[in-house]
């Protein structure tokens, strides 16, 4: 951004320049491998199915890697080898043998952060300083959190007779967060005394794979974690084994009542995380500038590839002219582009496909007349990249306010009372988030509670901690991840 100053007399003015210096990470400290096989009882193999696919660093278009596809007879190799390790070894460890492996996990990743965070990067599209300072360090801290559990599970749930494993956790993933997912769906597995089989997302598998050679590092016995790498297929013939006890997704509401069908009536127990269509709700006496830094956040974190995103803002109509310019304003200050860089704040989109639905939902928007801005910057030439997004003038019925669309799009409605913004906040078939601005308690406490939303942040938003349970209603899924909730939901108490 340039800037002119007034010339002293007799002088040019002198130009400012504001932005920032390039300031790429090095990536020469991450080895990616030319070929990867799949981790099965502790080895890597090759599959059986003689099957590869390219994963790409979707900011640049290259190669990465190529990746093994798991056919069938790689998943049930892989469900076999975690049932092996889960008679043979994994229920006879000690809860106080558990958390070792555990904390060791956990340390490595601290250990390892730089190289986990560019190949997160590199691999996924976010910026490097999101990966660096939220994707990783949350990851090592589920590790840690359920590291202190896995002793403690006869105090975990008081009134629970003797908390049992499961057994084989059949475990798939989605691209958003990608080492993230894993540590969420791996660590209370493993604390509470599961084996696992996990599946990462087709297009970022690479950070799961070198967390596969973090878990040998740690020398966790053979079988206690497999991965399975590959497509939807895989993932189908994962959850449908027959020798898997429990299964926990994380996606799309589309996959997951597909997953649910699946195993109606199989008695393997269930839980599924699913999209979101979030309301990020501004009331007239809220801190503005704070409320727009957490609209910011809310939406642009991730490129928007987040199921909790504040993809729906609701401001008090009295505040909304002067919400919206200021919000314009910081979104002018937003810097697109390599996701390596530093400075970057909104790196690219995850695929070409996301970006394919990501232009396909604005066009509606803007058929269906409502307003769009995007403030100027110049995109890379090659790669996949969408401009911070935000609609104004937008009705309830739209499909940019009802549909996930999973990009840095920002949809603004308004409303005029409270008792109108719980009722347009609630009016979705999803219910995962939702965000409160104000400044006053009590209002946060009545809207907290009226809000149908499995987490409500108040004067923040996108807040994430292991102690804290994260999940959904309706459409956004059942069962909690994190704090307590989600160590029971590997458990038998009954
Ligand atoms: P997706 O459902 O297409 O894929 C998710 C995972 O499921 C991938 O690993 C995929 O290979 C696998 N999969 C696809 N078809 C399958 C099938 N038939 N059986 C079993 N597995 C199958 O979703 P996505 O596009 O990867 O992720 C985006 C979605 O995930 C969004 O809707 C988002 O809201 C949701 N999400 C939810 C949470 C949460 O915690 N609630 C977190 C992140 C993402």
Redesign the pocket.
Known sequence: MADEITAAPGRAPARLDWSYAPAPEATDHVKVRESYGLLIGGKWVAPLSGSHFKTINPATEEVLASVAEAGEEDVDAAVKAARAAYTKTWSKTSGAERAKYLYRIARVLQERAREFAVLETMNGGKPIKESRDVDVPLAAAHFFYHAGWADKLDYAFPGAPGPRPLGVAAQ??????PLL?AAWKLAPALAAGNTVVL????TTPLTALLLGEVLQQAELPPGVVNIVTG??QT??AL?AHPGVDKVAF????E?GK??QRTLAGSGKRLTL????KAANIVLDDAPVDQAVEGIINGIYFNQGHV?CAGSRLLVQESIAELLVGKLKRRMATLRVGDPLDKNTDVGAINSRAQLDRIEELVASGEADGAEVYQPPCDLPERGFWFRPTVFTGVAQSYRIAQE?I?GPVLSVLTFRTPDEAVEKANNTPYG?SAGVWTDKGSRILDLAGRLRAGVVWANTFNRFDPTSP?G?YKE??FGREGGRHGLAAYLDLT
């Open positions: 798939v993933i989605p691209w958003n967060f997912m599946k990462p997302a087709e497509a939807g993932g189908a959850v994380t996606g799309s509401t996959v597909a997953i995380e699913l999209g979101g199921c996930e999973f995962l994260f959904g956004s899924g």
